[in-house]
């Protein structure tokens, strides 16, 4: 179900809106109101272990006029094809679903989410002050309660990334690790994404091929390591502003997972 919540309490303590552009820091997340932001990942999904993965997603429009706001899919492994879903958010309002990828877009499988301002006419919305906020939640395995992990969001004009390091993620016999690498560029990129093991002079490589406006979550092999790092580069320069990359870990036994973005570390 989606619903109507109000922004009108956070109003006055708004700055007005300055792009930036400037490499990402491991703790980033959306700092102010954007006319365009990011879900890096985004789903409504099966997952392994009894586990159902869904998106808790917020938006709100912290505009005093009322926001016509694109949310375009981004599908995992398959170039966007559908036009975006339409939605109008009145002044000072937002909208929140616990399931919006499934209930709110009505899909299904995993992607990432690109939710973009707009005017009237379609065209981009410079304007617009946006923020969303996601939890990607799934009823624990033989409970009723559930696990989740917080997954920032990101304003495009806040990504800037030559090459990702990804740090905190887990890999050994009680966790997995997915790594995302999302594609806005509008033709097909290849990234190689290398991950440490307790070896330091033998790295291992997993190559991913990403199609344009798409995304694609590779599970890592699972050599079990002490210390993961992950490093996520494209075989061919790229406008470092038109891909972002992530890290996600799952307990194998409940579920309880963690997300941490790609920064640039140098």
């Known amino acids: ?11 006055d303590a708004l700055p007005a809106f300055a792009q930036h552009t400037f490499a990402i820091a491991p703790e980033s997340a959306l700092r102010r109101p954007s ?30 006029a009322d926001q016509q706001i694109a949310f375009q899919w981004l599908p995992e492994g398959a170039t966007a094809t559908n036009p975006p879903t339409m939605i109008t958010i009145r002044a000072a309002s937002g909208i929140i679903s616990e399931d ?23 065209t981009f919305d410079p304007n617009a002050l946006l923020y969303a906020t996601e939890r990607v939640w799934t009823p624990q395995p033989g409970s009723s309660g559930t696990t989740s992990q917080s997954f920032p969001a990101i304003a495009t ?6 090459r990702a390091t990804i740090l905190g993620q887990r890999l050994d016999s009680r966790y997995r690790t997915n790594v995302g690498v999302v594609n806005l560029d509008s033709v097909e990129r290849t990234f190689d994404i290398v991950q440490t093991t307790d070896d330091p002079t033998t790295p291992i490589t997993t190559t991913v091929v990403v199609p344009a406006m798409s995304m694609m979550q590779p599970g890592l092999p699972s050599t079990p390591v002490a210390a993961l ?4 580069q494209p075989r061919v320069a790229i406008n470092p502003a038109l891909w972002m990359a992530y890290g996600s870990s799952v307990d194998n036994v409940t579920g309880d997972s963690w997300s941490s973005l790609g920064f640039q570390a140098r």
């Open 100 to 122: 919006f990828v499934g209930s709110v877009l009505h899909i299904s499988g995993i992607g990432a989410l690109l939710i973009t301002g707009v005017n009237a006419d379609g």
């Open 35 to 64: 006319p365009q932001i990011l879900l890096a990942g985004s789903g409504s999904v099966a997952g392994a272990n009894g586990t159902f993965f869904h998106s808790d997603i917020s938006v709100l429009n912290y505009r005093t």
């Open 157 to 162: 004009s806040d990504i800037n990334l030559l």
């Open 1 to 11: 179900m989606r619903k109507l919540i109000s922004a009108l309490l956070l109003l």
């Open 229 to 232: 790092q992950i490093a996520v």
